[in-house]
């Protein structure tokens, strides 16, 4: 190495090393900025976050007091820190977790006790041997037992958390019991102290400021509407309203792809709050079992209908494209098309946030003529997507036969092309390994761009995308109407109406004035 560089290396690592402590007293100075704004945001977000964290304080300090005031103290004894474990581990987020963890611990303790106590008077007669045997006997039984009943789907899903603290309980106190005295009496002092906990838990829970995990599945199940009615406007937007012959790129991180995600990835979420929201109480006037389970199966059908948003955002990031004179022939039926989705997703939202049944005739009504429309126009250029790259001639009548038989001609020359560029590179194959690995990409662009597809082809990809997403529509349809049903969701009333059609008027005006601006952009661009 010359000595020039050398010396420029030196140098360019002496002025990194120096610059070290200035960047990590930077850091140092922004941390705190860094994580007060992240403490702010996550409270933004969500307030009942701040509100819980002070429940939890409070609880905590209320069961403190069972061993830091004396007459307390002398009444529960070192038996008060299961008052403090209880609430940490059962006070949880919403009123259905803290009822599903508190009833799970204290029914688990109660039948826990009870078998030990049980096990206790059978083996109180007996030698210190027999007792010995028989206790280690009762203790593989109830562990077999208890783990194998856990393998059950409803005990798991319901049970779980009581079935665990049942076995643990049980075997502290049966196994304590053979050379600890009054093992029973300290099990008895331990099952108040829980009791108390779970008491103080259940109380912050559900009377002070309560979380309902129900009313977070219904508000969650009636927002994820809306945010894939934004997706496919969004997508729509993007394929008709850019500047240039490619659709712009689009981030992981858009609102396009953000919307369709918060649908994608609810399945856990549902299933968790539809089994916390079983434990709550019954809060509504029929006094009949709210159909939790029937927000999970929309849930389902609603995933399997945002898989067509994802596809239709696939298309915008698509390496082949429709070209832009194309795109803009079907752009108002299409338009249209997705604009009656998105109201439709509106309107379904709407209902079940307001706990309305769902009235989609005059809905349908539009989006079956929308899909006319749409019908209507690629059956007047049928032959935009039979021809050729040149398709443009394929378009006039006179030119129909002649077209139409040099298309297939021009095919089967690339692909005859194509099969004998490919004997020829097998046949001359190298021995180097990495000139093998570039067969494989070569002979796939060969392939790209020697077929003459159709330019209309990539559309026809995004319009039956469109038609597919109706049809996945009426099943959405179906299990909101049977939501409505099942939980008795009141009917619609004329105020309930008048509120629709002006919603979707304002609607329907935000998208003309939105068309207006972009036809007058047009115009000047041109």
């Known amino acids: 190495m010359p000595k020039a560089m050398k010396v420029d290396l030196s140098q360019k690592e002496e002025t990194r090393i120096s610059a070290q402590p200035n960047i990590i007293m930077k850091k140092a100075r922004t941390l705190p900025v860094y994580v007060c704004r992240n403490i702010w945001k996550v409270g933004k977000d969500d307030p009942r976050r701040v509100i819980h964290a002070l429940k939890v304080g409070v609880a905590l300090t209320l069961v403190s007091f069972l061993y830091l005031l004396e007459p307390l103290f002398e009444g529960v004894g070192q038996n008060a820190m299961w008052a403090v474990i209880t609430v940490v581990v059962v006070l949880e987020f919403t009123a259905g977790a803290t009822l599903c963890k508190g009833l799970n611990r204290g029914f688990g303790t109660l039948c826990a006790v009870s078998l030990a106590f049980f096990i206790e008077f059978m083996a109180e007669e007996t030698g210190r041997v027999y007792r010995a045997v028989f206790i280690g006997a009762t203790v593989f039984l109830v562990g077999f037992m208890s783990t194998y009943l856990r393998f059950f789907p409803f005990i798991k899903k319901n049970y779980d958390y009581g079935v665990v603290i049942f076995l643990l309980t049980f075997n502290l106190i049966t196994v304590s019991s053979f050379r600890v005295q009054n ?39 009636a927002r994820k509407f809306e945010a894939l009615a934004k997706s496919i406007e969004g997508c729509i937007d993007e394929y008709f309203h850019d500047k240039d012959d490619k659709v712009s790129e689009n981030k992981l991180d858009g609102p396009i792809y953000k919307g369709y995600r918060a649908v994608l990835d609810s399945k856990f979420s549902d299933e968790t709050l539809a089994s916390f929201a079983s434990w709550e109480p019954r809060s509504t006037r029929h006094c009949h079992k709210y159909p939790w389970q029937q927000y999970v199966k929309l849930g389902t059908v609603l995933r399997h209908f945002g898989y067509t948003a994802v596809a239709l955002h696939g298309c915008l990031q698509s390496e082949i494209q429709a070209p832009k004179s194309v795109r803009l022939l079907f752009r108002d039926p299409c338009m249209r098309v997705a604009s009656e989705v998105s109201k439709v997703l509106v309107e379904l939202s709407y209902s079940i946030s307001n706990r309305r049944l769902f009235s989609h005739d005059a809905l349908s009504d539009h989006l079956h003529e929308a899909l006319q429309d749409l019908n209507s126009a690629i059956k007047s250029h049928p032959r935009l997507f039979l021809g050729s790259k040149n398709g443009r001639k394929v378009t006039e009548p006179k030119h129909e036969k002649t077209s139409s038989a040099v298309a297939l001609p021009s095919l089967k020359t690339d692909t005859s092309v194509m099969l004998q560029w490919k004997s020829n590179r097998i046949a001359d194959q190298p021995n180097k390994s990495s000139e093998q690995k570039q067969l494989r990409p070569t002979l796939s662009k060969l392939a790209i761009t020697t077929l003459e597809f ?47 059609k002006v919603k979707i008027e304002n609607m329907r005006q935000d998208e003309n004035s939105h068309d207006l601006h972009t036809h007058e952009v047009h115009r000047i661009v041109d």
């Open 183 to 221: 093992v029973l009496h300290m099990a008895r002092e331990r099952l108040y102290t829980i009791a108390i906990g779970c008491g103080i838990c259940l109380l912050m829970s559900l009377l002070i400021f309560p979380n309902w995990s129900g009313e977070d599945l219904h508000r969650s199940t």
């Open 454 to 500: 159709s330019e209309a082809l990539p559309f026809a990809a995004f319009a039956s995308l469109l038609v597919e997403m109706v049809a996945r529509l009426e099943l959405v349809i179906e299990e909101v109407e049977e939501l409505g049903r099942a939980a008795y969701f009141r009917e619609s009333t004329a105020s309930d109406e008048l509120t629709i």
